[in-house]
């Protein structure tokens, strides 16, 4: 069952973002309306996965640009592994992911479709009160994605998939070198390309690399960074 919460005076609720600004000015759109709440804050991955487990708060609203600890460049990728990491071990916790890196998302569908508690996104281009729609929502156990370009747009990429775009456009590796890494042949790589071309809907065209075209559309889909 999903862990719905409607007294404002049990909500504890944790905010998680590497900007003081954008820290202090969500909990002060929060505490208008969740006057009761006791708010705490993280700035690092590391710092929020303490926060959840020496906590347990009720709500989680989080920005996915984050650096694992301190003194690190802040990630997407970060949010997006802090975020599965939370979903995984606590699975009845309530989330509102706010961020201006939302697509990064689709990375993910499968741990969102399972997640047994509230999960919405807001991205930060959000007026405050429909923000705090998707709180109220995540608090009542509801889970709002269909923002999200790609989770509900019938896009299947399975992981193995990821794994190419990930070496090969953020570590530069060769399609030899791809096959070595992943312990399969070079065929079954270029198996994975030709089905990840389909899945974004590149095809061969004059005068176009089909290899920059994957790249561009795949982060557009937010399937890489």
Known sequence: MKQALTRQALLKILVI????SVLGGTIEVLRKKYVDAEFLTAVTAQEALEQV?????DLVVMDLSLPESPGKMARPDIG???LRNLMKHHINLNIVVQSAHVRTLVRIRPDIDIHKGGFTVADKSLSSQEMLTRVDWALQGLTH???IKGVHAGLEVKPEWLRVLTLAFEEGLTDKAIAERMCVGERMVRHYWSKLQDALDVYPEEGKNMR?????????EGLID
């Open 53 to 57: 487990a020496n906590m347990q708060p």
């Open 145 to 147: 994605t269909k923002d």
């Open 17 to 20: 973002d590497d900007h003081e």
């Open 80 to 82: 997006v592994k802090l």
């Open 212 to 220: 920059i075209q994957t790249e561009m559309r795949a982060r557009e």
